[in-house]
């Protein structure tokens, strides 16, 4: 009783903390950035998507450089490094119109994981050497990143990962390997999360820019997968690879912190990709159900299909409104994990919800 009775006391904290804060707040430069996007996704991303489909990959190198030269892939980094020196609304932006406008899931989630999830802790953490290496080309588009966290036995248990990286003089060594890693097959370099030394599984972690071309890299496979096929996935082996002690990010030790903090950054993005997308779902089933005839006249017109459009209307709005609400915060400083906990869970269960529910009032060409 008395864990319950702390457990509503933290959530009503929580919601009197959340609920007086203000909601993002889009100008005419969002605008800007927005019709950039979508001139981009129609040159040079749509018209190629059945294409990569096909083949299970995008060239990330020629995609992302031309984000890089449109200053998309580092909205709210360093313009010492490139970046574009803004705050976290433009990232919202910029993601639900891809989100709305591409033809397919893979190239979003290769941009996703290049400008907002393997470099944050680099951003914020790293030496000033390590960004101009690593983050510089990253944002222009010269090197594609990847993060390497995942592995056979550890994903969301990120404590139980056990990939290695011993001390050897000035050098790390690293053994191990990594799954799932999304951009992993064609990437240049790789964020990777490794044991440093022996203590706690919270505390004995670091952060690691591994370039990818070393000895003892192997980039084992490319993964295949049910949907999200351009996006390529890999698996990748670590076999006494060497780097300096000076690719740490921030503090050695720190790195579990560190990815945590990154995890934010991903969330955010989900959200925002997530909401766009499902919009963009719900769009297209009410231009098909206005078109589509059965019993002399319009779908639309059937009562049904607008009551379950507008619910699934409701679940969208919930998740686009968290995405605000965090972004907000986190434009202000604030810590963003527990917002961003709940649109991780929520924005894959809405956006499962409403491909499936609309999917219904497609028949047949669903």
């Not at 779902?281 to 002399?296: M, P, V």
């Not at 810590?335 to 809405?350: E, F, N, P």
Request: aromatic share 8%.
């Amino acid at each position: 009783m008395l864990a319950s009775r702390k457990l509503v006391q933290c959530i009503s904290r929580r919601y009197l903390s959340v609920s007086s804060t203000r909601m993002l707040q889009f100008t005419e430069q969002h605008d800007e950035l927005r019709s950039t996007v979508r001139k981009i996704v129609e040159k040079d991303i749509n018209p190629f998507v059945d294409q990569w489909e096909k083949e299970g990959m995008f060239d990330g190198h020629k995609l992302f450089k031309t984000l890089g030269s449109a200053g998309l892939l580092g909205l709210t980094r360093d313009p010492k490094y490139g970046g574009q020196g803004l705050d976290y609304s433009f990232t919202v932006a910029m993601y639900e119109e891809f989100g709305y406008h591409i033809n397919a899931a893979g190239p979003l989630t290769g941009i996703g994981v290049q400008a907002d999830m393997a470099t944050p802790g680099l951003a914020r953490f790293g030496t000033d050497e390590l960004k101009a290496e690593f983050l510089a080309p990253t944002i222009a588009g010269d090197y594609v990143a990847c993060v390497g966290i995942s592995e056979p036995e550890g994903g969301s248990d990120v404590a139980a990962i056990r990939t290695t990286a011993k001390r050897e003089g000035d050098d790390l060594i690293i053994n191990g390997g990594k799954m799932w890693i999304t951009n992993g097959y064609q990437a240049d370099w790789m964020c990777l999360l490794a044991n440093t030394r022996q203590d706690s599984p919270h505390k004995n972690k670091s952060l690691i820019c591994v370039p990818l071309n070393l000895p003892g890299v192997h980039k084992a496979r490319k993964i295949p997968k049910m949907g999200n096929l351009s996006s390529d996935t890999a698996q990748i082996f670590f076999d006494n690879v060497r780097v300096p002690v000076k690719n740490i990010i921030g503090e050695e030790g720190m790195g579990f912190i560190y990815q945590m903090l990154q995890f934010g950054d991903e969330r955010l993005v989900v959200g925002s990709t997530s909401t766009a997308s499902a919009q963009r779902a719900i769009q297209d089933t009410i231009e098909y159900c206005k078109q589509r005839k059965t019993f002399g006249q319009p779908l639309i017109n059937n009562q049904h299909i607008h009551f379950k459009l507008a619910e699934l209307q409701c679940e969208v709005e919930a998740v686009r409104a968290l995405t605000y609400l965090a972004a907000d915060k986190m434009i202000e400083g604030e810590d963003i994990t527990y917002l961003a906990s709940i649109i991780k869970l929520k924005g894959g269960r809405m956006l499962r919800e409403v491909v499936d529910g609309c999917l219904q009032f497609w028949g047949g060409m669903g």
